[in-house]
T-cell receptor
Framework: EDQVTQSPEALRLQEGESSSLNCSYT??????LFWYRQDPGKGPEFLFT???AGEEKEKERLKATLTKKESFLHITAPKPEDSATYLC??????????FGKGTRLHILP | DTAVSQTPKYLVTQMGNDKSIKCEQN?????MYWYKQDSKKFLKIMFS???????INETVPNRFSPKSPDKAHLNLHINSLELGDSAVYFC???????????FGPGTRLTVT
């Protein structure tokens, strides 16, 4: 059965303190792994798609990486506006993407 | 110029009522989805349509019925509402089945 686990569940960082969020997945025939950001009261906002192990994508202070079993979202020198829930969602052969429960990130000024 | 829009944003109703949520996308995407996000913030797919054809139909009570009048619209009708239906419902769309999905703002349904 396809599964995805995100850790930690919640993370509090000081502004400027870099860290990484983890997404472990078990998916048959990975057809893409997606990262989303969700702010309270809003819909998930698409950030990145990763398709193959070794691939990296960057956007401002965020960098996503992918291995055969995990994906990481690295946050460099975060700012308070980076506070949100970050969702990992691998997609498998059946064209469904499975969302993890997310990591709630809080950046303290 | 909202990409994916949903109406209403909030819906409060009593048990046993029937209600509908509407979704429209102006991205020209072929695939649309309905997701349910429960109180624990877990996002789970309910249905997907590709060009008006039902593709994914997860284990959802048959009180829930999606309808796609055209590929830009996907509505969700819910019969005989129950307390457990309270959640936030998100509509999404994607260019292809395996591509990134773009989400609407959500509809918060509260059943009393």
């Amino acid at each position: 059965e396809d599964q995805v686990t995100q850790s930690p569940e919640a993370l509090r960082l000081q502004e400027g303190e870099s860290s990484s969020l983890n997404c472990s997945y078990t998916v048959s025939g990975l057809r893409g792994l997606f990262w989303y950001r969700q702010d309270p009261g809003k819909g998930p906002e698409f950030l990145f798609t990763l398709y193959s192990a070794g691939e990296e994508k960057e956007k401002e202070r965020l960098k996503a990486t992918l291995t055969k079993k995990e994906s990481f979202l690295h946050i460099t020198a975060p700012k308070p506006e980076d506070s949100a829930t970050y969702l990992c969602a691998p997609g498998g052969r059946d064209d469904k993407i499975i969302f993890g429960k997310g990591t709630r990130l809080h950046i303290l000024p | 110029d909202t990409a994916v829009s949903q109406t209403p944003k909030y819906l409060v109703t009593q048990m046993g009522n029937d209600k509908s949520i509407k979704c429209e996308q102006n991205l020209g995407h072929d695939t649309m989805y309905w997701y349910k996000q429960d109180s624990k913030k877990f996002l789970k797919i309910m249905f997907s349509y590709n060009n008006k054809e039902l593709i994914i139909n997860e284990t959802v009570p048959n009180r829930f019925s999606p309808k796609s009048p055209d590929k830009a619209h996907l509505n969700l009708h819910i019969n005989s509402l129950e307390l457990g239906d309270s959640a936030v419902y998100f509509c999404a769309s994607s260019q292809v089945d395996t591509g990134p999905q773009y989400f609407g703002p959500g509809t918060r349904l509260t059943v009393t």
